[in-house]
């Protein structure tokens, strides 16, 4: 799993961070993005 | 409640996360995404290989004049919460409507009666909660009653009176009810828009469609969370499930997919909780109806029992109804509720759904027993040994 890869994620609430979180630990060098249109990220509401 | 915030998550994980930017579209032949950063005005394509839709869900609106007023709230996100958080430490409201009788609403009010707010229920249905067995009905408005929130069911909201700026009151087919401070909590829908205008199949649900991999109809692309179907366990039907735990671990299987894996989820039994004052109400699977109407042959039992020994110290009344299928007799759902632990004790149920578990199953399951927790005869072997002699 050590390709070059661009992870987008779109939203951040509870399960893009999460998604984000996991392709990191298991991906060293995809390059990830999270894109949220709010004001905040990883939250429980 | 804040887990982590953007600066974590680039300098512990070298992840960049863009706040206030929104997708306006995907473009899958040139897999490229159209971002507009909201305080710039700006418009850029991003580039990806994999992509993994999170988009949750918004709240639902009743879709009546007034509605656009700025003392009537939804509940969905943390901006919401500080939007009521402000308004009521501003202007100290004495009086609040809430419209809906799910989960979000009965937490709200007991929220609002914390802060001393005459709060009112007003509901579609007869009794809180739909999808709730009706047995449980009662039991919760009673306890709503007994502090303070006054519930009234089967009211239809028609129009909100407002000087275009503040709503003073809320018409129904049932009168006229004044407040300082509404609440519409009538569901969520899920943002899906995004998915299909790219050409991802969407499910009936109004979700995305995802397979076990969280891949939908594009392999590049995968769902999580409440912008996406999920799997059934009871009804191996697609449906809807917007909860945080359930998203957490779709987003685990998305991101470790979306980089070559192959981790699958399977499913959800529709398991959930929730705290009414002090009344504890669990629910797992289906209930009675909605068995019926899919087609099973339902059959089902209510036990009224104790919490724990009826002598021992804190015992309380408990009930609980598990609903089953007459020919397999396999176990399609429950609900449990009282004031002694029952949150906790649906998890019974939703183990038992996991594994699609038979009444003749679960009466002979070895549960941990002492008087300060439970009867020596749990409800739950009480209901599964009484059901079992209904099923064929």
């Not at chain 1, 992870?7 to 951040?12: A, D, T």
């Not at chain 2, 070298?14 to 305080?39: C, M, N, P, S, Y």
């Not at chain 2, 087919?173 to 899906?192: C, E, H, K, R, W």
Request: glycine content about 12%; charged content about 20%; hydrophobic content about 40%.
């Amino acid at each position: 799993m050590g390709n070059k890869l661009n992870l987008v994620i779109v939203g951040g609430s509870a399960a893009g961070p999460t998604a984000a979180s996991t392709a990191r630990r298991k991906d060293p060098d995809v390059a990830i993005t999270i894109l949220e249109k709010g004001e905040f990220i990883s939250y429980g509401a | 409640m804040i887990v982590r915030t953007p600066d974590e998550f680039q300098e512990k994980q070298r992840i960049e996360v863009k706040l206030k930017h929104q997708v306006l579209a995907i473009d899958r032949e040139k897999t490229q995404v159209l971002v507009l950063g909201l305080d710039t005005g700006n418009e850029f394509y991003l580039p990806y290989n994999r992509l993994i839709f999170a988009t949750g869900a918004r709240s639902r609106r009743l879709g009546i004049p007034g509605e656009e007023a700025q003392n009537i709230f939804a509940l969905k996100g943390m901006s919401d919460g500080i939007l009521i958080r402000n308004f009521i430490d501003h202007y100290k409201p004495q009086k609040a409507v809430i419209i809906g009788a799910g989960y979000i609403s009965l937490e709200l009010a007991e929220a609002l009666r914390e802060r001393g707010i005459e709060t009112t229920i007003l509901y579609r249905g007869k009794l809180p909660y739909s999808g709730l067995e009706p047995e449980l009905g009662p039991i919760i408005v009673k306890e709503l009653e007994a502090h303070g929130v006054r519930y009234i069911g089967e009211v239809k909201p028609q129009s909100f009176e407002s000087d275009g700026r503040i709503a003073s009151k809320l018409v129904t087919d049932q009168g006229i009810f004044p407040a300082d401070l509404f609440f519409v909590g009538v569901g969520v829908a899920p943002n899906s828009e995004l998915a299909r205008e790219a050409g991802i199949l969407v499910g009936k649900s109004g979700g995305i469609q995802v397979n076990p991999l969280m891949q939908t109809s594009d392999p590049d692309i995968f769902a999580a969370g409440d912008c996406c179907e999920k799997f059934h366990r009871v009804t191996h039907q697609p449906t809807l499930a917007p909860l945080g735990d359930v998203a957490n671990k779709e987003g685990r299987v998305a991101g470790e997919n979306a980089i070559g894996g192959q981790a699958e989820f399977h499913g959800i039994v529709g398991a959930a909780c929730v705290k009414v004052f002090g009344l504890e109400i669990g629910m797992a699977g289906i209930n009675e109806a909605q068995a019926k109407r899919i087609g099973f042959s339902a059959v089902s039992q209510v036990v009224e029992g104790s919490s724990r020994v009826r002598i021992f110290p804190g015992a309380r009344p408990t009930l609980l109804k598990i609903v089953a299928d007459q020919s397999s007799g396999r176990l399609l759902g429950g609900n449990w509720i009282g004031w002694d632990g029952e949150a906790r004790k649906i998890n019974m149920l939703a183990v038992a759904l996991y594994q699609g578990m038979t009444l003749e199953e679960i009466s002979h399951l070895d549960l941990a027993y002492a008087p300060p927790f439970s009867p020596v005869w749990d409800p739950l072997l009480i209901a599964a040994n009484l059901l079992k002699r209904k099923v064929s």
